[in-house]
């Protein structure tokens, strides 16, 4: 079992960064591909970027490669995005979520534990 608590979601301007933090509690965590989804208001979830437990391989979707990065620390079992240049369509529910396996990356029914979410709102 993983739980999943992310944390950093706030109000940016068009063009800020900002940094969201998911921590985990449980056992293995370095086991899991770590990723991040996002629900843009009347929209739905959606892959946004991914890192395997072999730390170095990480994935992104073609709307955030480039400006997001996705990182992760197994010390203190947190996964982290960094996003900047950010863009009004950034604005999103952001979710961490976690999985076993390395296949399936950006699908959303290939993981199994998620976290609340964190709201961040990117104003033009």
């Known amino acids: 079992q993983l739980q999943l608590v992310e944390s950093g979601g706030g109000l940016v301007q068009a063009g800020d960064s900002l940094r969201l933090a998911c921590e985990a509690s449980?056992?293995?965590?370095?086991?899991?591909?770590m990723a991040w989804f996002r629900q843009g208001p009347g929209k739905e979830r959606e892959f946004v970027a991914s890192?395997?437990?072999?730390?170095?391989?990480?994935n992104y979707a073609d709307s955030v490669r480039g400006r997001f990065t996705i990182s992760r620390d197994n010390n203190i079992r947190t996964v982290y995005l960094q996003m900047n240049s950010m863009k009004p369509d950034d604005t999103a529910v952001y979710y961490c979520?976690?999985?076993?396996?390395?296949?399936?990356?950006?699908?959303?029914?290939?993981?199994?534990?998620w976290g609340q979410g964190t709201q961040v709102t990117v104003s033009s």
């Open positions: 979520a976690a999985k076993v396996g390395d296949d399936q990356l950006s699908s959303e029914m290939a993981y199994t534990f």
């Open positions: 449980g056992r293995d965590f370095s086991a899991y591909t």
């Open positions: 890192i395997l437990w072999r730390w170095t391989y990480t």
